[in-house]
């Protein structure tokens, strides 16, 4: 066996950190980097010049780190904490940045309002993201440039597209699901991880690419994925980690699939009607076609936006409903009423008249919503509840915290769909209360497709399945992953009489 180089040692200790929790990589991070030198200057109380007055600063006597584990360890209570003490905006210090929260609606209306000149989002997401989408699209671009690739990119999500993505997702549930057999205990959230890139590449990418994707494949997206991470975020993007490696491998090899499969469609003479044909077929506003490169960074780009937001959203729905019986046998009944008793094979329409689903699902992503925080860079001074938060913080939203707030929500943490149902479910006048999209000009251009697969694959696990949960456990919050996901997401399941009538 090869030994394995100094670097790759170094490297894969770092990503243990980085795997097992934020506060070991960010010990391994200050530690291996030396940088404890040069913080005791930078932790002190910001200084209030004559006439601006700043945030109010949660100080720390842990030097450089600042509040770093604390947060790591439970993000939202901390969050919640300062709230209640400090009022909806406040700075801190992590790992020698600062970090300005804007907690409730009126204080996120700055970040959804501002200009991306004043509030950045490049600046704080493209270390993610370029390394996995490629160069030349999303945040490697100047804003205007992605704002167009995002006009593209949402116009190929449109409702003749989801009335096709309706009969594919339902058959790749049903082909996934067979092999759960009558009844069990099993993963829930890698299943849902697993059945989402099908899905996803199946309506996103197009049959061709969907086709190839073996298990081989489905590897490369998982390095791929493996960019996301407090690693990719918090390290430079140049050491030697394998997952930096395994990331800038997966997608040379990613990219030169897609270039064939581009070129192919090129050359064909029939025209197809879906996104990619539509990448093919679009020109920016000076009437340049988008390059080959270009295509295969959006398309990696829609995959993996939705990859992760849909799987978790669609694990806690079913854990919500597991630990709520009386809801999902509503939500059944819901299915019986819409298809009929015998379930003939789902069409878009139908999806809309599911508003039990859609109320679960809404609050489902109101108590889990999967991007905790939105991040900007303060480019120039911002004024916001008579405090000025000075160039170089990171502006955050959370929509985790505005979404539980107690002068917003009646019974807060109580997972209760029927909200939906009444006029007001939210306090009146509270514009940025309900996020889990985010607003504004970076505002989600996936909301109504993640609407589509999230209902479409839980209708067909209705009619399949009756979901418990395992011994009563509900699944704790993961809070070491970027996205919240479920601890030990294990559920338990039985097929429903009619479901192997279903299945063929
Ligand atoms: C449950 C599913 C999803 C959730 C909760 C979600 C959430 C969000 C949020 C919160 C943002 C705003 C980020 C910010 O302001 O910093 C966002 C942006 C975005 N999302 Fe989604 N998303 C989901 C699914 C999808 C899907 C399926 C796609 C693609 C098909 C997608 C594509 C995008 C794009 C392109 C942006 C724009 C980023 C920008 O302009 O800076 N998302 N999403």
């Known amino acids: ?86 009022g909806p905006v406040f700075s801190f210090t992590m790992v020698g940045k600062k970090f300005t929260y ?49 006009k593209m990119l949402k116009s190929g999500l449109n409702i003749a597209q989801f009335k096709n993505h309706v009969p594919i997702i339902e058959k790749e549930t049903k082909e996934y699901f067979k092999t759960w057999g009558e009844s069990g205990e099993r993963n829930l959230f890698e299943a849902l991880s697993e059945l989402i890139i099908l899905t996803a590449s199946h309506c996103l990418h197009g049959k061709e690419i969907r086709s190839i994707l073996n298990e081989k494949v489905a590897q490369l997206y998982a390095d791929l994925d493996g960019g996301f991470t407090h690693a990719a975020w918090l390290l430079p993007h140049w050491l030697p980690l394998p997952s930096f490696r395994r990331r800038d491998r997966a997608h040379q090899k990613i990219k030169a699939i897609f270039y064939k499969i581009i070129q192919k469609r090129r050359q064909s003479l029939k025209i197809e009607d879906d996104m990619l044909q539509m990448l093919l077929d679009v020109t920016y506003k000076d009437g340049r076609n988008l390059t080959d490169d270009e295509i295969a960074g959006l398309l990696i780009g829609l ?120 006029d007001n479910p939210v306090a009146a006048g509270e514009k940025f209360a309900y996020i889990p999209f985010g607003a504004g000009r970076h505002r ?23 979901f418990d949960l395992v ?20 559920i338990r399941y039985k097929s429903r009489s009619h479901s192997a009538a279903f299945f063929s």
């Open 303 to 422: 995959l993996l936006a939705g990859q992760h937001t849909s799987s978790t959203t669609s694990a806690w729905l079913g854990f919500f409903l597991a630990r709520e019986k009386s809801l999902q046998e509503q939500c059944y009944r819901e299915q019986k009423a819409v298809r009929g008793e015998d379930f003939p094979p789902l069409h878009y329409d139908q999806l809309k008249e599911m508003s039990f689903l859609d109320s679960c699902l809404k609050e489902t992503l109101r108590l889990r919503p999967p991007i905790m925080t939105m991040m900007r860079m303060a480019k120039t001074p911002q004024t916001v509840a008579g405090y000025t938060i000075p160039p170089g913080h990171q502006v955050c939203v959370s929509p985790t915290v505005n979404h539980r707030l107690k002068d917003c929500w009646v019974e807060n943490v109580s997972f209760k769909p029927s909200r939906y149902l009444q």
């Open 471 to 490: 011994d009563g456990y509900f699944p704790t919050i993961n809070y070491a992953t970027m996205i919240h996901t479920p601890n030990n997401p294990v």
């Open 1 to 86: 066996m090869a030994t394995p180089s100094l670097s790759e040692v170094g490297g894969s200790l770092l990503e243990k950190a980085a795997g097992s929790s934020l506060s070991l990589l960010l010990a391994a991070l200050a530690l291996g980097l030396g940088f404890l030198l040069q913080v005791g200057s930078r932790n002190r109380r910001q200084p209030d010049s004559g006439q601006e007055k700043y945030p109010p600063y949660i100080s720390s006597n842990i030097p450089f780190f600042g509040h770093a584990i604390a947060f790591g360890k439970s993000p939202i209570e901390f969050l919640e904490n300062a709230y209640e003490k400090y």
């Open 102 to 150: 804007l907690l409730g609606s009126d204080a996120a209306a700055l970040l959804f309002n501002s200009k991306n000149e004043d509030l950045n989002a490049e600046d704080v997401y493209s270390r993610l993201t370029t390394p996995v989408f490629g160069k030349g699209v999303a945040y490697d671009v100047p804003h205007p440039v992605f704002l167009e690739q995002k």
């Open 444 to 466: 989600c251009i996936g909301e109504n497709f993640a609407y589509v697969q999230i209902k479409t694959i839980w209708s067909t696990l209705l009619h399949l399945y009756e």
